[in-house]
């Protein structure tokens, strides 16, 4: 069974930092690309980041280009995020989903159950 | 980062059927497959549609999508209770190397 759970999310000032994981089972996680999406309070979901299979393709959201990086380990089937100069405005679920699909079809087929990060002083 | 379009909400009764419309641009819905989610409070979010209108193993048949141009739609017939739910539709921006989610639409089962 394929699971994503999500970890490290809590409360921090605002200019703090937080580093956000994601423990993958039930799949071989090196062949999968990954994601970051989250969600504010009574707000939609956002994307975040991806991160190709082997890690050397990452893509951000401008809201957090510089801020925040995405990384992943392969050998221990966890991907990572690292956010950096925390903003009220980062205050969200962040959930971690797999990435499936082949050419201009992609799509995201599990998702975690997220972990809360709320930034406020 | 700006959104695809989509109704705040959307309403009908039991057993009736219900649209949901997501508006793109030719940089997103135009050249790439939109995606569909169902959001439940407390869970994680649900794959309801995939490649325009595929549906992933165990979603009911009620649920169907569609694609025009650079707008979607997902289609849920047969209305019960347990479908009152946030529904997103999403899909990659080749402009923005990124994806792009609408701003969803809470369906309310009358």
């Known amino acids: 069974e394929v699971q994503l759970v999500e970890s490290g999310g809590g409360l921090v000032q605002p200019g703090g930092s937080l580093r956000l994981a994601c423990a993958a089972s039930?799949?071989?996680?090196?062949?999968?690309?990954m994601n970051w999406v989250r969600q504010a309070p009574g707000k939609g979901l956002e994307w975040v980041s991806y991160?190709?299979?082997?890690?050397?393709?990452?893509f951000y959201a401008d809201p957090v280009k510089g801020r925040f990086t995405i990384s992943r380990d392969n050998t221990n089937n966890s991907l990572f995020l690292q956010i950096n100069s925390l903003r009220a405005e980062d205050t969200a679920v962040y959930y971690c989903?797999?990435?499936?699909?082949?050419?201009?079809?992609?799509?995201?087929?599990?998702w975690g159950l997220g972990t809360l990060v709320t930034v406020s002083s | 980062q700006s959104v695809l379009a989509q109704p705040p909400s959307v309403s009908e009764a039991p057993r009736q059927r219900v649209t949901i419309s997501c508006s793109g641009s030719a940089s997103n819905i135009g050249r790439n497959a939109v995606n569909w989610y169902q959001m439940l409070p407390g869970k994680a979010p649900k794959l309801l549609i995939y490649y325009d209108d595929l549906l992933p193993s165990g979603v009911s048949d009620r649920f169907s999508g569609s694609k025009s141009g650079t707008s979607a739609s997902l289609a849920i017939t047969g209305l019960q209770s347990e479908d009152e739910a946030d529904y997103y539709c999403a899909v990659w921006d080749d402009s923005l190397n990124g994806w792009m989610f609408g701003g969803g639409t809470k369906l309310t089962v009358l």
């Open positions: 989903a797999r990435q499936l699909g082949i050419a201009v079809a992609y799509y995201f087929d599990y």
């Open positions: 039930g799949f071989t996680f090196s062949s999968y690309e």
């Open positions: 991160i190709s299979s082997s890690g050397s393709t990452t």
